[in-house]
Structures are given as C-alpha cells and as structure tokens.
C-alpha cells in the first residue's frame, strides 16, 4: 500500500489514506469534536491563523483544521485518487 498525500492548504499534506472524513466547522458536534480533540492533545491546526473552513478526521482520531473549503479538498482527493487510477 503506498502512501498518497493531499495538499490541505499553505504546504500543509495529509495521508489520503487515513482520512475518514472531511467536514464544515459550523455544526455543534464538529466544534464539540474540536474540542475534544485539543483537550487529547489530537488538534493539528494548519490554518496558519486563518478562519477555519475544513475539519479532517483521521482513523486515528486526530483532527485536522483546513483554512480552504471541505470542497476544496474533496477534490484534489478525487483528482489525486484519479491520476493515481490513471498511473500518473
């Protein structure tokens, strides 16, 4: 199994193969997920100061804070996964 990664923004990547879903930061749950993860010591903030636009959750729990668009990511996910079906 090879490792794909994604660009989430400012040179910040992340293991396609790890992300389980990528989310709007508006919602009640996500902010409470959020939290939670900041107080497991389990937030990466690669916002760079930015407002927040995309939350990544891992298999391992972790979550991850985007400053671009949850649609944004989704699809350099599918343009990635794409030229990797393609061979490029």
Known sequence: MDVQLIN???GNIVSA???IAIVSPES????????D???RGQLIDATYG?????VIITDSSHVVLSAIQPETVAH???VHK???ANGS
């Open 76 to 78: 350099r996910f599918v």
């Open 8 to 10: 989430i923004g400012f």
């Open 82 to 84: 794409e030229a990797h």
């Open 17 to 19: 193969n790890r992300v």
């Open 37 to 39: 993860a900041r107080d």
């Open 50 to 54: 930015r407002r927040t636009r995309a």
């Open 28 to 35: 009640a749950p996500i902010k409470r997920i959020i939290t």
